[in-house]
């Protein structure tokens, strides 16, 4: 059973670069697929990017300039790190798996990170 | 960006049967790519419902059920119950972004 647990830096001014991680417990890293969700106070969900234990990337078009998603496959983690950060970036980031190459639904999902861009 | 659009809201009374609609185009639900569903209770993570458009993962109650026909799925609850109040998203993968999307979300309220 995959758990996922993340942290990281939850107050940033503008212009400063957000920088969140993502721990694998249990389960199988390679072979899966590794996401980051965010999701605005109030609003819906939007993805922003995946990538595999061989480091193969997708990212959301709309975020593609300013998001760098990696992998750390000895400590089984992954971390996003989207620069330029505005006051639209406030919101609340998940990392969640959606499994294989051959599955497309996102299961099981980190606790959540609320991120806050302020001056 | 949500490409695929939901109600966004509906409400029922304890008992009755909620139909939740998301409709998309011919790049995403329409193009034969499966429908998702989450479940998300106020301040937490969103929840795996039904995945591949009409399938329940281990300790989903069979009052949950999903379909899926053209360009547009459907969630619907029967015997809604006070535990179901939530929001309810639908994803799938667009080809055009070349990515995967969500729907407007949904807010269910048992009335």
């Known amino acids: 059973q995959v758990q996922l647990q993340q942290w990281g830096a939850g107050l940033l001014k503008p212009s400063e670069t957000l920088s969140l991680s993502c721990a694998v417990y249990g389960g199988s890293f390679s072979g899966h697929y590794w996401s980051w969700i965010r999701q605005p106070p109030g609003k819906g969900l939007e993805w922003i990017g995946e990538?595999?234990?061989?480091?193969?990337?997708n990212y959301n078009p709309s975020l593609k300039s300013r998001v760098t998603i990696s992998v750390d496959t000895s400590k089984n983690q992954f971390s996003l790190k989207l620069n330029s950060v505005t006051a639209a970036d406030t919101a609340v980031y998940y990392c969640?798996?959606?499994?294989?190459?051959?599955?497309?639904?996102?299961?099981?999902w980190g606790q959540g990170t609320l991120v806050t861009v302020s001056s | 960006q949500s490409v695929l659009t939901q109600p966004p809201s509906v409400s029922g009374a304890p008992g009755q049967r909620v139909t939740i609609s998301c409709t998309g185009s011919s790049s995403n639900i329409g193009a034969g790519y499966d429908v998702h569903w989450y479940q998300q209770l106020p301040g937490t993570a969103p929840k795996l419902l039904i995945y591949?458009?009409?399938n329940r993962p281990s300790g989903v109650p069979d009052r949950f059920s999903g379909s899926k026909s053209g360009t547009s799925a459907s969630l619907a609850i029967s015997g809604l119950q006070a535990e179901d109040e939530a929001d309810y998203y639908c994803?799938?993968?667009?080809?055009?972004?070349?990515?995967?999307?969500f729907g407007t979300g949904t807010k269910v309220t048992v009335l």
């Open positions: 994803q799938s993968y667009d080809s055009s972004l070349s990515g995967y999307v």
């Open positions: 591949g458009n009409n």
């Open positions: 969640a798996t959606r499994g294989t190459v051959s599955t497309n639904w996102f299961d099981p």
């Open positions: 990538i595999n234990h061989r480091g193969n990337t």
